[in-house]
Every structure is written in C-alpha cells, then in structure tokens.
C-alpha cells in the first residue's frame, strides 16, 4: 500500500474493454498519464470517450482491462474507491448551483468549517479562497457563481474537485469537454487553469472536441474510434489536418466515391443551380444573431432535406430554435411568400407553415400528462371543433390513423398518458403531431436522439415522404450518421455561421465530420492560442454573397 | 404490462373516492342510522358544502394551467360584504347588485392575470399578496363592522329556494361543475389551458399562448369566487371572515379531486365528488362525538393521505414504462418556481401533486 505515487503514472489503463449487448464501446484501449501530464482525448459522437470516462469514475463495469490511479488499482463499479484513489471529474454540466456564493458551492458535498457545529464564515471563506487560489482564481467566495464568467465558473468547478482531502489526495482530474459551451474568448483563462493544475503535479485526462486546444494544452493525443484506439501520439507530432484524419478515417476520397454511388438521386434536388427559376427559398435567414450564432444566414429550399452539423457550440443547437421563434434572435426570417417572421413568437411562425421540433423531448416538446391524443391534436385543434365545442371522435380518429401510419406501440392506445409510452413512441407522437399539419418547413432538432432503431427508421422514412410531398426539411444533428444518411444538403456551423456547405455526393459521414473539426486556424496551429479561433472560413463568407436575398 | 392493460380491474385508484364514500356511509350508517340515513343528511351536506364546492371549482381552472389563485377566499368574502351593502345601505336592487360583486370577482382576476402574466412574478407569490390587499380593501369598504344583511325575502330564496328538497345554491353548484367542465374538457380553451398547466415550454412551442390562457384562467377564478361570495352572502348572510377558512378546503377538494376519475389532472367532477365524499366523512363524525377539532382534523388528514396515495401511484406508473427517458422532470418541478419566468407553475408536467406547493397553500388559508 505504499505505492510510489509520485512516480507511477496518475492514470494507467490496460487492455479495457466493454460491451453493451452486442455493441462494442470500448475494445482493448490503454492509456497512460504520467503525473502532471495533459492527455487530451479525442474521437467523435459515438467513439467510446463518456464510457472510458464512466468506467473511470465508477459508473460503468468494464468487461475487462484493468485501471490504477496513481498505481492502486481502481476496483470497479465503485465511484467512493474512484475518489479515494484520488481521481476527480469535471463534467459538462459542472453541477453548480447558480444561485448561491462560490463558497457555498465549494463546500456542498465536501462540508462547511464550522465551530460548535455553526458554520464559520471566515474559516470557511479563507479555505473557500485557497481552493480558488490553487487553480489560480481570485474571486471573491462570497460572489453567485451566476454572477461569473463561463470559464470562471469551470475554475470553480475545477477548484471543487481539487479540494484538497488529507485521505485522498487529488492524483487525476478528467475534464469532459469543459469548452464546450465557452465563448472563444474564454477559452485562454480555462487554458491557464488546467496549467496549473498540472503544473502542480496532477495528471489531467482532457476530452475535447476542439482540435486547437489540444496543440495548446496537451502533450500527447488518444484517438479513439469506434471504441478502439487508434493512435495514441504526442501532439508535437502532429499538426491539424493529420490529426482529423487520425479522427475520421483517411479515405476521404473513398468515402466521396462510395456516397456517389450509393445515392445517386442525391445530385437532382441539391438545389442551387438546378431550381426553377426566381423560386423563392420556402424559408431564408439573413444575419441571424442568438446565443452561440453569430450573423448565420442559410436559404433552404421546398422538398429538399437539409442538415446542419457543427461541434457544440458552433449554432448548430441554436439555429433552429431561433429561426422558428423558440427563443429570442435578431436578424431577419423570410418565408416562401415573403413574410418577415417575428422573433420569439412561436404562434406566428406555425401559421405561416413551419413546424418546429426541439431537443429534449421531456423537457420541451412532449405534455407526458396529455393523452397521445391530446399532444397529437394540439397543433391545430380547429379540425375537431365544431359549434364551439371540441368533438372527440375525429379527434380519435386522427390520432388512430397516425398510430398506424408511425406504427406506435402499443398500438390503438391514444387515450393514454404520454408519459406511458417508450421514448421512441414519444418521438414518433411528437412526429404525428407536427406532421399531420403538414409544414411548409419542418425543423428539427435532434430528431432521434435517444430513439431506438427502429424508431429511427420509420421517423426517417416520414421526413424522406414529407419532403418528396414538398416540405422543406431541416435537421439539425450531432450525430453525422444521420445527416450523411437522409440529407441531401448539409451545412456545416463553426463559430455560430456556416462554414461549409455539402451538396448531394459531397454528402458524407466523414466529410461532415472533417468540415466540423477543421475549425480554427488549420495552417498555424496552436500559434495564437488565447485569441479568437481565426474565423477564416472561406465558404462560410461566400454563402452570403452567393445567394440573392429572396426579393 | 401496465402498457397494454387499458385499466386496472375495479379502478380501485380511479375511484377510491366513490368506494371511500360508500364505505362512510356504511359506517355511518351502522353507527346512527336514525340520525344518518334520512333525507335530511343527504339535503343538509348537498347546501352546506355549496359554497366550499364553488370554491374549489374557482380553484381548478387556474391549476389546470399550472397557477395558484389563493385571493380566492378574500375575493369570495368581499364580494358578499360588497352584495350586502350596496343592498342594505345603497339600497341598489338585488340584480345591479349581484352584477356589482361579480364585476369586483372579475376585476381582482385580471389584475391577478396582470401581475403574473406580465409582470412574471409567480402566481404563487402574487395572489397571496393580492389575497391581503382584498383583504384590507374589505376593511375599508365594511368599516369592518359587519354589514346588515338585506331584508327582501327575494334576496334570501336566491339560494335558499328548495327544489325537490336541495336549496336552490346546490343547483347552482351543478350548473357551475357543468359549465367549467364542459370549458375544461370540451373546448379548445380548456385544451389550450391543461397544456400549459402540462408543459408550458411545449405548450408555448405549439403555438398556445401561455400568457393569455393563464390569464383567462385567474379572471375565472376571480369569477366563480365573486359568485360563490355572493351565494355564500345569501345563504348565510354576509360575514366578514368566512372566506379565509374556505381556501384550504378548495385546494383539498382540488387535490383529491386530481387523484380522481382522471387521475394525474385537475377535474371539475372530481373536485366535486372530493368534497361531497369529505363533506360526508365529517357530517357522520359529527353525528358521533361534537369534538371541535374534528373537522380540520379529518379535512387535513385526508388530504395528505389522498395525495400520498396519489403521488405513490404515479411514481410506480412512472418507473415501469420506457427506457431513454430517465426522471428528468423530477428536478424540475421541486420548487414551485419564482425563476418559472412565466406563471405560477403549480405543476411541472402533471397535477402538481409532487413537491411543496399543495403543503404550502395550507398555511395561508388557516389564518384565524
């Protein structure tokens, strides 16, 4: 037990494996961190990272391999033996509460210093502003952690993991994607952070999707794939454009072919040359400015399916919603006939023949207490109102004949609650209830996340039929699959516009992919690494010009 | 497995209601059956608890949309100190006078809607403030003597009137159960408002509007509870504080009416059936022993226990079904929400019969 922690390496990982049913989300991965190392892993949706990091923190039992920290061995399935060892995470969600003091979030979880079992504000604080000062905070503990910047409130978390505890002294600290959601600006202060952090001897396990960080702040790069390792390098080794190709595969040219084969019709309705003349776009956005999007401006057109794909972060989760009204945007929303669509007024957007499905079913799109029924026929309810009463047998009748056509199961059942239904019948009730209005544009966001594959497949089937009748639709996705399978067009977002713009055979999982992590500065990487990400993306300023504004 | 059964066996959850009054009057009727089993008790319960049944349809549409109104019981008592002066002092006839106290109900309700609509301070927060100010506008108006109660022998048959037996007010009470749940369940309106009361954020994403629709619920709210001061004033003429023992009642009867023939959402009949089914547990233990406390007792008792049950059953229904859906909405729906920018919020997704606000909405309404 008297392991040499500071010479064995913070993390070392052999030979892991796990399974689930018969996917495979981890085969045969190792890693080592050597105390104050920065690791950066990589890989895409899908790739094995959240399993890697779960198994780590005691969530997961991997099937085989073996963890040590700091050269114990980590038993599995245990997250109090996975603190004890001294491994610390910060997740995405850093699970703050926004509206109490850093100090009192420091201090959840870990205790108050208290005196005569009161809470001592001054002994509290001066350990509250250590823990800030070990990663290089100086903020007041008495400040809202609402109240902070974004990276700030990372260090917070940060600070909080690393607590200091005399039984278990911090050897790792795993940070999942903790730039995702930070404006660039930001990213530099998070950067100086986690030097410290390592400077001061712990090993740091980073997972990010931003490719540039990792010039700036790793040593070495695990790429992973498919739930296997594909390259485990230092970084000096690399530069931008080899690493994406370490992510998705190298047969890029390969992957253009096999598409073009694979769809040939893709080609017909892309849209740009090939439209009738004069047509106006069935919904234009001009400088669209919201949340993570930044002057976006897009033309999509009827019968077309159009994804859009981005790294979080980049507007690919805010578009949607702005542009139907879900959430407040400046910038300009024009239909097909010319209608300038107000922001934030949802109501307004559904008459002019948008349909809008967000993210998060539960939390945003499903009523779980209505009936399958009632969530269908809330979208227009004028067909079963009659002398100002509401008739419930078309009302059935229509739910029914939309049980059938999406296959719900269980099947007939639309009296009951939502929330009894599977999350894949969920999502298909949800389909019902917006494609029985039959949008003139249908957006969608993640549609079929958290659905399984069968679901998946019909939900996909209804939009290829919705847009063949005429519908333009657009998805936004993170998941490339997806969007290389159904979508005709993609547009790809980097730093809150779009940045490219694939059409028919240029359609394809890996091209998505490659578009979505070129990013910033391909050519001088890690050269300027506080600034902004040079948002030199020569598609993304042509868009704008290529297309006539509508009128 | 719960999927596919369309309903449990007897509805033992659906109507435990209906089988817990047939078991009171079993006992009762054992226990007393010469004072319990007449024509008498059936008419006595059916008049008394007229005005607390009003109230607690008041309560149900606005809960429906997933705001509290609790100026309902302030509203109810000035509206019958209003209806009393302006008859017996004014000397205004009886109609313009009904006319004048329901207008007040009104007007209280749309500035309700007001402060929680447009200023987005929670519902919870905003009638209980508004509660007060009736209450002192009360005050001014009574000069907080209580007023004379008019003399025309019309103003008292308004209610008291019998019809096979019933006062007249328990027809009203009928009328009134008829026509909010025909708004609740058979009009858009009504559609519009669970929606909201459901899932705010999808109901707004599908177009309803909100703000507007729990607006309209705090006018009718208002509404009803103008009436039911006004019947109240009649039946047992204008008292000055009856109001506020009334609101713990209304939302009791709202709460176990939610547990009732459509469980997991506020109903009209439910509501109703909740408090004749209370109403009658308390007649028949009064019958027995003439202990004061009794009443609260068994209203507060009743009311914990019902919604227990309730929420118990929900959350078994909710762990069985699904995967891809863990219990997001659980967190969500823990406090009552002043950061729920848009309304009261008494529910997340379904009948707020989880978290605080049913426990909280008795304190206020048990002040002496």
Not at chain 1, 387 to 395: A, D, I, L, V, Y
Not at chain 1, 494 to 501: E, K
Not at chain 1, 517 to 524: F, V
Not at chain 2, 197 to 216: H, I, P
């Amino acid at each position: 037990m008297t392991a040499p922690a500071d010479i064995a390496p913070a993390l070392a990982v052999t030979g892991l494996s796990k399974r689930f049913g018969a996917s495979v989300a981890l085969q045969d991965v190792d890693l080592a961190i050597g105390p104050g190392e920065v690791h950066a892993v990589l890989g895409e949706n899908g790739s094995g990272k959240s399993t890697l990091i779960k198994i780590l923190s005691g969530f997961h039992q991997p099937d085989a391999g073996t963890v040590a920290v700091a050269g114990q061995p980590l038993p599995f399935g245990n997250p109090a033996s996975s603190y004890r060892l001294g491994a610390r995470f910060v997740h995405q969600d850093l699970g703050l509460v926004d509206s109490i003091p850093v100090l009192d979030n420091l201090a959840i979880g870990a205790g108050f210093a208290t005196r005569l079992g009161t809470i001592s504000t001054r002994r509290s604080s001066e350990r509250a502003r250590k823990d800030l000062a070990r990663v290089g905070l100086a903020v007041d503990p008495g400040a809202s952690v609402g109240s902070l910047s974004p990276a700030t409130r990372t260090g917070v978390a940060i600070a909080r993991a690393l607590r200091e505890d005399p039984g278990a002294p911090v050897r790792l600290l795993v940070l999942d994607e903790p730039t995702a959601t930070l404006p660039a600006t930001e990213v530099e202060r998070l950067m100086q952070i986690i030097r410290r952090v390592s400077g001061a001897g712990v090993g740091v396990l980073y997972v990010t999707h931003r490719l540039d960080e990792i010039f700036t702040i790793a040593g070495n790069v695990t790429v992973l794939r498919d739930g296997r390792e594909v390259a485990t390098v230092p970084t000096s080794s690399l530069d931008h454009r080899r690493l994406v190709d370490l992510l998705v595969g190298e047969e890029l040219a390969v992957a253009h072919h096999e598409a073009e084969t694979l769809q040939p019709e893709r080609e017909r309705p892309s849209g740009l040359e090939g439209r009738p003349g004069g047509e106006r776009p069935a919904l234009s956005l001009r400088g669209i400015t919201a949340a993570s999007l930044d002057g976006f401006s897009a033309d999509f057109r009827a019968g077309q399916i159009t994804g859009i794909a981005g790294i979080t972060g980049s507007g690919r989760e805010t578009v949607l919603g702005a542009a139907f009204g879900a959430t407040g945007r400046t910038g300009e929303v024009m239909t097909a006939g010319g209608v300038r669509l107000a922001p934030s007024r949802p109501d307004l957007a559904m008459r002019h023949g948008l349909a809008y499905l967000p993210a998060d079913r539960v939390r945003n799109a499903a009523i779980l207490s209505l009936s399958a029924r009632e969530n269908i026929a809330l979208s227009s309810l004028r067909p079963f109102r009659r002398f100002g009463t509401m008739w419930r047998r078309p009302e059935r009748r229509t739910a029914l004949s939309w049980f059938e056509r999406l296959s719900v199961r269980p099947p007939g059942l639309v009296d009951l609650p939502l929330e009894s239904f599977s999350g894949g019948n969920q999502q298909k009730i949800m389909f019902a209830k917006w494609l029985r209005r039959e949008p003139a544009v249908f957006l969608l966001d993640e549609p079929t996340q958290g659905v399984d594959v069968g679901a998946k497949a019909v939900l996909h089937a209804q939009l290829v039929q919705a847009a063949a009748a005429g519908a333009a639709i657009v998805i936004s996705s993170s998941d490339v699959d997806e969007l290389a399978a159904i979508c005709q067009r993609v547009i790809v977002c980097r730093d809150g516009r779009p940045a490219a713009d694939l059409l028919g055979g240029e359609v394809s999982a890996r091209a998505i992919s490659r578009e979505c992590l070129l990013g910033s500065a391909p050519a001088t990487s890690g050269a300027s690494p506080g600034g902004f990400p040079a948002t030199a993306s020569p598609t993304g300023g042509s868009l704008d010009q290529e297309r006539s504004p509508g009128t | 497995m719960r999927i596919t059964g369309k309903r449990p066996g007897f509805g033992f959850d659906r109507f435990s209601g209906l089988y817990l009054w047939a078991l009171f009057i079993l006992i009762f009727g054992i226990w007393e059956p010469h004072l319990f089993l007449t024509l008498g008790t059936v008419h006595s319960i059916a008049s008394e608890q007229a005005v607390a049944a009003l109230l607690g349809l008041a309560v149900v549409v606005p809960l429906a949309t997933g705001a509290f109104d609790l100026s309902i019981g302030a509203t109810a008592n000035l509206s019958a100190v209003v209806v009393a002066i302006l008859q017996s002092q004014q000397h205004w006839p009886m109609w313009p006078a009904i006319a004048a106290a329901l207008l007040i109900g009104v007007l209280i309700g749309t500035v309700n809607g007001f402060i929680i609509v447009r200023l987005q301070v929670n519902a919870f927060i905003a009638t209980l403030g508004m509660a007060t100010i009736v209450g002192a506008v009360e005050t001014i108006v009574s000069g907080n003597s209580q007023p004379q109660p008019p003399t025309s022998s019309t103003w008292a048959s308004l209610t008291q009137f019998q019809i096979l037996g019933f006062q007249a007010i328990f027809f009203y009470v009928i009328i009134v159960a008829l026509i909010s749940w025909w708004f609740l369940e058979r009009t858009p309106a009504g559609r519009y408002m669970y929606a909201t009361g459901g899932n705010g954020v999808a109901a707004r994403l599908s177009g309803v509007r909100v703000g507007g629709w729990t607006w309209l619920s705090l006018i009718f709210s208002g509404t009803v509870a103008g009436l039911a001061g006004v019947l109240f004033s009649s039946q047992s003429g204008p008292s000055l504080t009856f109001g506020a023992a009334l609101l713990l009642p209304a939302y009791a009867a709202a709460f176990l009416g939610s547990t009732q023939l459509r469980p997991g959402r506020f109903n009209v009949w439910g509501t109703v059936l909740a408090v004749f089914v209370l109403a009658t547990g308390v007649y028949g233990v009064q019958l027995i022993t003439s202990a004061q406390w009794l009443n609260d007792m068994f209203n507060g008792v009743a009311l914990i226990v019902a919604v227990s049950f309730a929420v118990w059953r929900q959350r078994r229904a909710r762990a069985e079904p699904a995967p891809a859906q863990p219990a997001e909405s659980a967190p969500a729906r823990a406090d009552p929400g002043p950061g729920d920018g848009h309304h009261g919020s008494a529910n997340g997704q379904s009948p707020g019969l989880r978290g605080s606000p049913a426990g909280d909405s008795a304190a206020p309404g048990r002040a002496p």
